[in-house]
């Protein structure tokens, strides 16, 4: 009897998360569309690839020994310096083109 009634509930919840989730998706913008990891795969071949590689070689254990975090600690502070320039080109480039007060 009460695994039943468990079942019961069970088969409730996933309707009710069904359904939820079928609202979530008819209402979302339509001119909105994120692209699927596929897509993005398509777009950047190398940077997926590199993802990929720093994935195996941390679940891998390569970032356990020492020579495995400072090639991490490496890749991660020119992948931030580069962040950093780009950030601080782009706004220097843009300082003055935008529309003050809403005018313009």
Known sequence: MFNEDLGKVDRQMSEVTVDT???Q???AEPGIIAPTLTERIRERPLVSLGLAG????VVGGGASSRTGAAALTLIAR???RRAATDA???AMTAYG???RNGSG
């Open 78 to 80: 020119i992948w931030l």
């Open 21 to 23: 989730s079928e609202d």
């Open 25 to 27: 998706v008819a209402s």
């Open 97 to 99: 083109t935008a529309k």
């Open 54 to 57: 720093l994935a195996g070689f």
């Open 88 to 90: 601080l080109a782009s």
